[in-house]
C-alpha cells in the first residue's frame, strides 16, 4: 500500500513554500510532491506511472507552467485512464475568466484562486485540504 500524498504542480518556489506551509500551519501532513513544471508531471503521471507511488489523493495544479501549460496537461489527465477520476484543483493566480471557463469545460473539479494575503491563502489551502482529504469520497481505484 503506497503513502497518501497531494501531488503539487507549481514552477513558482514562493508559491509552493506558500502551499507546504498552509498545509502545515492546518496540521494536514499529507507528503507532498512537487513537480516545477508541465513536462516533469506528464513524466511523473503517465511515463513513470506515479514513480511506484500510486496515484495521489488529489492534486494542485497551477496554470502558468514552463513546457507544458497547466490547461494542457489537464486536458491529458482528464483523457488517460489512469488519470481521469484523480481529483484535480486549478489553484493559480490568474485572474482571466478564460482559464476558468476552460478549466471547468476541460473537466477541473474545483478552480482557486491564489489570495494575495497569506493568511488569506492559509485558509484557502485549509478548506481545498479539509474538503478533498477529509469530505470528498472518490471510487477506489479499479472500478
Do not use: C
Not at 500510486?54 to 496554470?63: E, H, T
Amino acid at each position: 500500500m503506497s503513502t497518501p500524498y497531494i501531488l503539487l504542480i507549481e514552477d513558482n518556489d514562493d508559491d509552493i513554500e506558500l502551499t507546504k506551509r498552509a498545509f502545515e500551519k492546518n496540521h494536514i501532513l499529507n507528503e507532498i510532491v512537487v513537480l516545477r513544471d508541465g513536462e516533469k508531471a506528464v513524466q511523473f503521471l503517465f511515463d513513470k506511472a506515479f514513480d511506484g507511488r500510486g496515484s495521489p489523493q488529489f492534486i494542485l495544479l497551477d496554470l502558468k507552467l514552463p513546457k507544458v501549460s497547466g490547461l494542457e496537461l489537464l486536458e491529458r489527465i482528464r483523457n488517460h485512464d489512469a488519470t481521469q477520476l484523480i481529483p484535480t484543483v486549478i489553484l493559480t493566480s490568474s485572474k482571466q475568466d478564460e482559464d476558468l471557463l476552460a478549466g471547468y469545460r476541460l473537466g477541473v473539479n474545483s478552480y482557486v484562486r491564489k489570495p494575495v494575503d497569506f493568511n488569506e491563502f492559509v485558509e484557502a489551502v485549509r478548506q481545498v485540504g479539509l474538503y478533498w482529504l477529509v469530505l470528498n469520497q472518490t471510487p477506489r481505484t479499479g472500478l
